[in-house]
C-alpha cells in the first residue's frame, strides 16, 4: 500500500493539477478511462529539450508522443492503381470486415480542399485553420461510449498539393471504456510491458512475452481490462517495472500496482489462455483485443502490393528528393523500403534504386516489398553506409578491376580517411565510372572492387562453418562493397536516429545526453558519405523521426559549415513548419550546439506531433551541393528538409585541396588518418583557394 502511494504521488507530479486523474470508487473499477500517461525523460535531455522548445510547448510534444495518430496514412502504388479505386476497396473493405465489432460508420469524402497558400502567407496557421474544419485533426478528446459506437472513420484522399497519392482514414480516440458493473473484486486485469502497450496502441494484439502480470483465476476466454506497466525510477537510479512478471494482482486498492495503473488503460480484451498458459507458454497470442483506447481501422493483408501504411512525413520525403524517371538513386538507410518503394513508384519503375541497408534480413524485407509492389527497379544491398565509398586496400593485393588506383585527387572525405585507418584500407578511390558498384556475394562481385585479407578469411569462415545466424529468414542478400564517388543522382540518407519522434511512445527515459549525441555522431559520419556519393547537380535527402535538434537542426549546421558548398534550397511539398534558429548549451557547459541561424528556418520542414498536422516528429532539409541538390530529411514525425546550393567549381576545389593536404600530412608527416581528418577546415581552406585554382577547375 505505502510503495503503490508513493509511485502514485510520483506519477501525478508532473500532471497539470487540471489533468489529474480523480480516482472515484465506481471510476477505479467500472469504468477504464483518461488514457493519460506522462511521458518520462532523462533529466538531462528534460533540461535540453525544454530549452530548445521552452515549456510549454516541450509539454505539449510529450503529451502528444504518448498518442498515436488520429488517423493513419495511406501511399497508393500508383502502378497498379488509383488513389480513387483504392478508397472505394478500402471503404468496401471496412463495410464488410467491421460493421458490428468496430461499427466504424465510414464515409467516403474527398474532404474540402488544404487552403492553397501564396508564399508569404501564414501556411502554418491556414493549414491548421483548415484541418480542424475539415479533417477534424486532433479532434480526439474524450468520447463517452465505447470505440466504434457512433464514431465515424473517414477516409480521405489527402488533399495536400503533391500527395494526390495518399489517402487518410481517420481514426478516433482516447474513448472511455466501461466495464459494466464487474464488482472491483471480480474484475480481472492483465498488465502489459510499455513496449506491448505502444504495439498494441498501434493496433497488434497481446503476445505471450508482452504480458507482466495477471489476475488471479484468469481462464481463456475471459474478458480483461489492459493496462500498461511503464518504466519507474528506480533506488539505485536506473529504471524498472517494481514487480516481477508472473505477480498476480488483486484489483483493490491494496494492490501494490492499484493506484499506478490509473490513466494507464489501453483497452480490454479476450484471454485465449488461462493465467498459467500466459506464464507458462514461450509464444503465442495472449490477449485479443475488443476495444482500444485508439480506434485505427487495421488494413493488414488488405490490397497487398497495392498500398503501404506509412508516415505522411516520410512520404513528403521521398516526394522531396524529387526523383526523376532514368535516374541513379541511392537509399544509404532503407529498410523495410517504405521510402525506396516511394521513390522508385515516382520514378515510374525506371532507372535505379539501389537499396542499401545494413542488416541481412532487413534487405530482405526490402526485396520481399519491391517484389509485393510489382517494382523491379530497386536493388538491395547489405551495406554498411559508413562505408558506402568504394575504396581500394594496397595491402590486400586482390584489388579487382574497376577500383582504379589513379583517383589521386578523388573527393575523399573526412570520415572515409577516418574508416580507413579503422579498416586498414588506403585512401583510393575510383572516380571514373559512375556506373559501376562494388558487390561481393552476389553476381556483381566481379564489378571492381578489392578484397581486405578480413574479407578473404571471413569468406573462408562461411565456406567451412555456413551461412552462420544472419542469414536465418533465409533468402539471397547481396553485400556491397560501397560505390563510387560521384555516382549518384540523388542520394536519400533516413538515418537511424534517437526516433523520439515516433509515437505512441510511452517512454523515453533510456536516452542520455551523451546518447543523443552519439546518434548524432554516427549521422554526420553517414552525412560525409552521402555527399560524396551524389554526383555534381545531384541532390540529397536526409531524413530522421526523431526531435533532437541535435540530430536535426545541428546536423544541417554541420553540413552547412563543413562544406562550403552547400546551401539551402526550398522544398515541394512543404507542409511541415520551420526549423529551430539558435543554439543551446546545457547547464553545466557540456553541450553547446549550433542550430540554425536567421533565414534558414522556413528552408527546412519539421514535423512536430503536437501540431495539427498530428504526425510523428520529423525534419526534413534539403540541400544543394556544388551542382549538387542536397535534401536534407530530418525527425520521423517531424520532418525538415534542406535544400543546399553551392558553386560546384569551387567545391572541387576545396574537395581537392583537402585530399592533398590530407595526404601530405599522411605520407610525409606520418599524421595517423583520423588525425589529419581532424586538421581540416573546409571554410579556412575555402579562403584559401587561390583564384587560379579555381580557374583551372573550371577548364
Ligand atoms: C530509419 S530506418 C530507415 C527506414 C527506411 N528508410 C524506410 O523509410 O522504410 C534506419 C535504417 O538504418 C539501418 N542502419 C543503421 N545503421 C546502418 C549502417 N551503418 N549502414 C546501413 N544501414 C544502417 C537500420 O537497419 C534501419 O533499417
Not at 517495472?241 to 489501453?266: A, C, K, N, W
Not at 549525441?517 to 530522421?544: C, E, W
Not at 542550430?595 to 534558414?600: I, K, S, V, Y
Not at 599524421?671 to 573546409?682: D, F, G, I, Q, R
Request: include cysteine.
Amino acid at each position: 500500500m505505502q510503495r503503490g502511494r508513493r509511485s502514485f504521488e510520483f506519477f501525478c507530479r508532473n500532471i497539470p493539477s487540471d489533468r489529474v486523474f480523480k480516482i472515484s470508487p465506481r471510476m477505479a473499477h467500472s469504468e477504464r478511462c483518461c488514457y493519460k500517461p506522462v511521458l518520462r525523460w532523462n533529466a538531462r535531455v528534460e533540461e535540453y529539450f525544454v530549452k530548445a522548445y521552452g515549456v510549454e510547448h516541450f509539454s505539449r510534444i510529450s503529451e502528444a508522443l504518448t498518442r498515436p495518430s488520429t488517423y493513419s496514412c495511406i501511399r497508393v502504388n500508383t502502378l497498379k492503381a488509383t488513389t480513387d479505386t483504392v478508397i472505394e476497396k478500402l471503404t468496401s473493405f471496412l463495410h464488410e470486415a467491421q460493421p458490428k465489432t468496430c461499427d466504424h460508420g465510414v464515409s467516403v469524402t474527398e474532404g474540402d480542399s488544404p487552403p492553397i497558400v501564396a508564399s508569404g502567407e501564414k501556411q502554418e496557421e491556414k493549414i491548421e485553420e483548415w484541418q480542424h474544419k475539415s479533417l477534424g485533426l486532433n479532434n480526439c478528446g474524450p468520447h463517452s461510449g465505447l470505440p466504434g459506437h457512433g464514431d465515424a472513420s473517414l477516409i480521405y484522399k489527402c488533399p495536400f498539393p503533391g500527395l494526390d497519392n495518399v489517402v487518410f482514414v481517420k481514426g478516433s480516440g482516447p474513448h472511455k471504456i466501461e466495464y459494466s458493473d464487474t464488482p472491483k473484486q471480480l474484475l480481472k486485469e492483465v498488465i502489459v510491458s510499455r513496449k506491448c502497450a505502444e504495439a498494441v496502441l498501434r493496433g497488434a494484439q497481446i503476445f505471450v512475452p508482452g504480458a507482466l502480470a495477471c489476475s488471479a483465476h484468469v481462464e481463456k476466454g475471459d474478458t480483461v481490462a489492459v493496462s500498461v506497466a511503464v518504466e519507474q525510477p528506480s533506488s539505485e537510479g536506473g529504471w524498472n517495472f517494481g514487480f516481477t512478471r508472473g505477480t498476480v494482482l488483486q484489483g483493490l486498492e491494496t494492490d501494490p500496482q492499484y493506484h499506478e495503473r490509473s490513466g494507464m488503460y489501453i483497452g480490454q480484451g479476450t484471454t485465449l489462455m488461462s493465467r498459467a498458459g500466459i506464464f507458462r507458454e514461450s509464444s503465442g497470442v495472449a490477449v485479443e483485443m475488443r476495444k482500444r483506447v485508439f480506434e485505427l481501422p487495421s488494413f493488414n493483408d488488405v490490397l497487398e502490393g497495392e498500398i503501404f501504411l506509412q508516415n505522411l512525413p516520410s512520404i513528403v520525403a521521398a516526394r522531396v528528393l524529387d526523383p526523376q524517371r532514368g535516374e541513379r538513386i541511392l537509399d544509404m538507410c532503407a529498410a523495410p523500403g517504405g521510402k525506396t518503394t516511394a521513390i522508385a513508384i515516382l520514378m515510374r519503375d525506371e532507372g535505379e534504386v539501389i537499396a542499401a541497408d545494413r542488416s541481412h534480413n532487413k534487405v530482405l524485407d526490402i526485396q520481399k516489398l519491391a517484389k509485393e509492389m510489382g517494382l523491379t527497379c530497386i536493388k538491395a544491398y547489405k551495406l554498411d553506409a559508413l562505408k558506402a565509398i568504394c575504396r581500394k586496400n594496397d595491402s590486400s593485393g586482390s584489388t579487382l578491376s574497376n577500383c582504379k588506383n589513379e583517383a589521386q585527387d578523388a573527393d575523399v572525405p573526412d570520415s572515409v580517411l577516418q574508416s580507413s585507418k579503422d579498416t586498414d584500407h588506403s585512401l583510393t578511390v575510383d572516380v571514373s565510372n559512375h556506373d559501376t558498384q562494388c558487390t561481393v556475394n552476389g553476381e556483381s562481385s566481379n564489378h571492381g572492387t578489392y578484397l581486405s585479407k578480413a574479407h578473404d578469411r571471413k569468406n573462408a569462415r562461411r565456406l567451412k562453418n555456413g551461412p552462420g545466424r544472419n542469414h536465418c529468414k533465409g533468402g539471397r542478400v547481396e553485400s556491397s562493397k560501397g560505390f563510387n564517388p560521384n555516382s549518384f543522382d540523388r542520394v536519400l540518407l533516413d538515418a537511424p536516429c534517437s526516433a523520439l519522434g515516433l509515437r505512441p511512445r510511452l517512454f523515453a527515459g533510456q536516452e542520455t545526453v551523451e546518447s543523443l549525441r552519439n546518434h548524432a555522431k554516427y549521422q554526420r559520419r553517414m552525412f560525409d558519405q552521402a555527399v560524396q556519393l551524389v554526383r555534381p547537380g545531384g541532390t540529397i535527402v536526409y531524413s530522421t523521426c526523431t526531435i533532437n535538434p541535435g540530430e536535426n537542426e545541428a546536423l544541417v549546421r554541420y553540413a552547412l559549415d563543413s562544406y562550403g558548398f552547400l546551401s539551402l534550397a526550398l522544398q515541394h511539398p512543404r507542409i511541415g513548419g520551420p526549423g529551430l534558429v539558435g543554439k543551446c548549451d546545457l547547464s553545466d557547459g557540456n553541450l553547446v550546439e549550433e542550430w540554425l541561424r536567421p533565414g534558414e528556418e522556413e528552408l527546412v520542414q519539421r514535423f512536430d506531433p503536437s501540431s495539427s498536422l498530428d504526425t510523428i516528429g520529423f525534419f526534413i532539409a534539403n540541400n544543394q551541393m556544388a551542382l549538387t541538390n542536397f535534401i536534407l530529411t530530418v525527425g520521423g514525425v517531424t520532418a525538415a528538409i534542406l535544400l543546399l546550393r553551392s558553386d560546384v567549381k569551387q567545391s572541387a576545389a576545396i574537395f581537392r585541396r583537402n585530399i592533398r593536404q590530407i595526404r601530405h600530412w599522411i605520407e610525409e608527416e606520418s599524421v595517423s588518418a583520423s588525425k589529419a581528418a581532424e586538421k581540416v577546415k573546409p571554410k579556412e581552406l575555402e579562403s584559401q583557394i587561390p583564384e587560379k585554382e579555381i580557374q583551372k577547375d573550371k577548364h
